[in-house]
């Protein structure tokens, strides 16, 4: 049986986001695994005591039973270039712990820092992170994501950013991107500048 996994930010000793954490677990539980088991990670996860109040991520792997529970510090990867990779046939629609396709296509990325997939024409995703765009008003993230991601949730409920349908062609029309996850709030991710994401 396939495994899937969460990737959980801490800080302060605190789990983050955690509402959508849950919602994706059961959700995703329920509709591979046909589980009827209510996931709460509050009485999954317990902080240990060596964690200070720096931030951490936490990984669960389940299937649907809990397999394992690891922590580690986090350090924020620098991304300022990415290459455009066109792969039609991918599919990441739930978050596997198997990430041998992904891993595949991030070999092109070349002298690129990451790469960013186009699937039939359009934007959807890095091989780690949603992606959002802004056009000098608003800031959108393409309705046609690999995997819907827990802080684009968040940000989308929140009114911060919105979703639309972004084509290959409509990389002109912005100015600048972000990569946002579950480690990467919208504040804290540094802005690449549209000329940086590259064919």
Not at 88 to 115: Q, T, V
Not at 154 to 178: P, V, Y
Request: hydrophobic share 35%.
């Amino acid at each position: 049986m396939f495994r899937l996994l969460e990737t959980i930010k801490i800080r302060n000793r605190q789990i983050l986001n955690l509402k959508y954490h849950n919602e994706r677990m059961n959700r995703s539980g329920k509709e591979l695994f046909g589980s009827t088991d209510i996931i709460s990670l509050n009485d999954i996860v317990s902080i240990p005591d060596y964690l200070t109040d720096e931030v951490y991520k936490c990984r669960i792997i389940y299937n649907p039973d809990i397999e394992s529970i690891e922590f580690e510090r986090y350090t924020k990867k620098k991304i300022q270039t990415l290459k455009l990779v066109e792969c039609n046939d991918i599919e990441y629609s739930h978050k596997f712990a198997n990430r041998s396709a992904l891993n595949e296509l991030k070999k092109r990325k070349g002298i690129y820092d990451e790469i960013l997939i186009v699937k039939n024409g359009f934007i959807t995703d890095t091989t780690f992170s949603n992606i959002i765009f802004f056009d000098g008003r608003d800031w959108i993230t393409p309705s046609t994501p690999l995997l819907k991601g827990t802080k684009r949730e968040q940000l989308i409920n929140e009114g911060k950013i919105r979703e639309a349908q972004i084509r290959l062609k409509d990389l002109q029309n912005f100015q600048s991107g972000k990569l946002i996850n579950a480690m990467l709030d919208f504040d804290n991710s540094e802005s690449i500048d549209i000329k940086s994401i590259m064919e």
